[in-house]
C-alpha cells in the first residue's frame, strides 16, 4: 500500500484559490486510478476529481470549470488546482491512490486515502 500526505489546505474568501498536493510514497501507483474526495462534518465522502491511470479525467458536476486534477510523475505529487471557491466547497480533502474503480463523477475507489486537509471558504 501507499502512503499520502495531503497539504494546501487552508481558509480563503469566497472567489479565491487554492492548489492541494498530495505526495504519494510507495510502488505501485502508476497503475490505478488516483483522486480526491471531500467529506463534511455528518456528509458522506464524496468524489471531486479522479485521475486514471491511463490519463482519464473525471470531475463531480458542481466542480467542472473550476477544478483541474493533475500530476507529477518526477515529484510523486497528485494536484487539485481550485478556482472560483464557495462557501459549499468547504471540508476536508483526502486524496485516493491504488484506487481500482475510477467513476465519470470525479470518484476514484479501492485504495488506499490520506489523513486530508481542512478547506474553508467564506463569503
Known amino acids: 500500500r501507499v502512503r499520502l500526505e495531503e497539504s494546501g489546505g487552508g481558509s480563503v474568501q469566497a472567489g479565491g484559490s487554492l492548489r492541494l498536493s498530495c505526495v504519494v510514497s510507495?510502488?505501485?501507483?502508476?497503475?490505478?486510478?488516483m483522486g480526491w474526495f471531500r467529506k463534511v462534518p455528518g456528509g458522506e465522502r464524496e468524489g471531486v476529481a479522479a485521475l486514471d491511470y491511463d490519463g482519464k479525467i473525471s470531475y463531480a458536476d458542481h466542480v467542472k470549470g473550476r477544478f483541474t486534477i493533475s500530476k507529477d510523475h518526477a515529484k510523486r505529487t497528485l494536484y487539485l488546482q481550485m478556482n472560483n471557491l464557495k462557501p459549499e466547497d468547504s471540508g476536508m480533502y483526502s486524496c485516493?491512490?491504488?484506487?481500482?474503480?475510477?467513476?465519470?463523477?470525479?470518484?476514484?475507489?479501492?485504495?488506499?486515502w490520506g489523513q486530508g486537509t481542512q478547506v474553508i471558504v467564506s463569503g
Open positions: 510507495g510502488s505501485g501507483y502508476r497503475n490505478y486510478c
Open positions: 485516493a491512490a491504488e484506487g481500482s474503480i475510477f467513476e465519470r463523477d470525479g470518484s476514484c475507489w479501492g485504495g488506499s
